[in-house]
């Protein structure tokens, strides 16, 4: 069957919660010890994301994709808050399960943030991704995003770099 998108509603939080802290860890697990991206609890990480939710979702998307009633990915895009370009919104995150690589549904996924971020105004998108995540770094770049230079270090932990994306928008 194939991958339905809409946007999340509050009941769908906890359960973007736990789908994001398994991707987290599947995914970043070459990357940052297992230690360091299991340190907060599941419940902790879940209760974190309800209250961000609380505050943020007059000025951010949170958008579900579902095949078979389950949930398999998100995404989150909102106002830039973390660079200093007015014209730019930020892909905050997109996350699949990992049975969902390869299936069409990331691309959907960014599809649908890209719309997104267009209805909200913004002329161009932006994205941090870890420097050592090749496989999300060519997904990006396959889809028309740019390094720009800038790079930070993560909040994981121990210092992992990140460097940030764009794209134009129009």
């Given at each position: 069957m194939s991958v339905s998108l809409r946007v999340a509603e509050a009941v769908d939080v906890p359960r973007i919660a736990e789908l994001h802290r398994r991707s987290r860890i599947d995914t970043y697990s070459d990357l940052v010890s297992y230690d360091t991206l299991t340190r907060v609890p599941a419940p902790v990480f879940a209760d974190w994301w309800v209250e961000r939710w609380s505050h943020?979702?007059?000025?951010?998307?949170?958008?579900?994709?579902?095949?078979?009633g389950r949930l398999v990915g998100f995404t989150y895009v909102g106002p830039d808050d973390e660079g200093s370009q007015a014209d730019t919104g930020l892909l905050y995150a997109i996350h699949l399960e990992s049975a969902e690589r390869g299936r069409g549904t990331g691309r959907a996924l960014m599809a649908?943030?890209?719309a997104t971020l267009r209805a909200q105004g913004w002329q161009r998108a932006a994205l941090w991704v870890l420097a050592g995540n090749d496989r999300a770094r060519g997904f990006y770049e396959r889809g028309g995003w740019q390094p720009t230079g800038w790079c930070r270090d993560s909040t994981f932990g121990p210092p992992?770099?990140?460097?940030?994306?764009d794209r134009p928008l129009r």
């Open positions: 943020e979702r007059e000025t951010h998307v949170l958008t579900v994709a579902e095949r078979d649908e943030a890209l992992v770099k990140e460097i940030r994306y």
